[in-house]
């Protein structure tokens, strides 16, 4: 059954063979089989350190308010907590492509722009993590191995540590958006919409 001509066709009805069905834009990466392990790891790992950041940062208001005797470690083990699950958090945002990024003038590039304009990108972002993140973070970290620290069981490398484990993850990451971008499958830009975010 056609419809007569400037009249609307009824809703749920196909569209007309002259014009071509235009597939809906991703919403994000693929998940793959072989990130399914750690993102399991690191999301139940966030969770475990955001859930002891919580408690930690109860315990210092109650003991300095209720108390009136300040805890004197319970400050100094949420900031070591706070910067490891935020280093955590930065690596699973990275491999579910939910960092911040200004895309809007690549996705209305063509495909071939966009692939280019993604591996000078990843390329970029693998330079800083390889160099700053991982090398300058693993050298800071073993500088400060032996400084102990006045109120926790942990010297202060424990601490710095966290930004070349988060450098070899925020790497693995990468490399492996880097192969997908080369693959003869690429599609095109891949966002997360604002409302869906990192799922935990």
């Known amino acids: 059954m056609t419809s007569t001509p400037g009249t609307p066709p009824s809703p749920g009805a196909p569209p007309p063979p002259d014009e071509p069905v235009r597939p809906a834009p991703a919403a994000g990466p693929p ?5 399914a392990v750690l993102d399991t790891f690191l999301r139940a790992v966030c969770v475990t350190l955001f859930a002891l950041l919580v408690v930690l940062v109860t315990w210092q208001v109650l003991t300095r308010l209720v108390l009136s005797e300040p805890s004197v470690w319970t400050e100094e083990a949420a900031r070591y907590v706070f910067i490891w699950l935020s280093l955590i958090g930065i690596s699973i945002a990275t491999g579910e492509k939910a960092d911040v990024a200004i895309d809007y003038f690549v996705q209305k590039a063509p495909l071939a722009a966009q692939r280019v304009l993604e591996i ?3 390329l970029a972002t693998l330079s ?5 993140m991982v ?29 070349p484990v988060a450098g ?9 958006h880097l192969v997908q971008t080369l693959s003869p499958r690429y599609a095109g830009v891949q966002t997360i919409a604002p409302e869906d975010g990192v799922e935990l």
Do not use: H, R
Request: overall charge neutral.
């Open 128 to 132: 800083f993590a390889l160099l700053v």
């Open 168 to 176: 070899v993850l925020v790497t693995f990451y990468l490399l492996l």
């Open 31 to 35: 998940s793959s089989p072989y990130t």
């Open 120 to 122: 000078v990108a990843y």
């Open 135 to 163: 090398w300058g973070g693993w050298a800071n970290a073993m500088q400060n191995w032996n400084q102990a620290n006045p109120v926790l069981p942990v010297s202060a490398g424990v601490l710095y540590l966290a930004v």
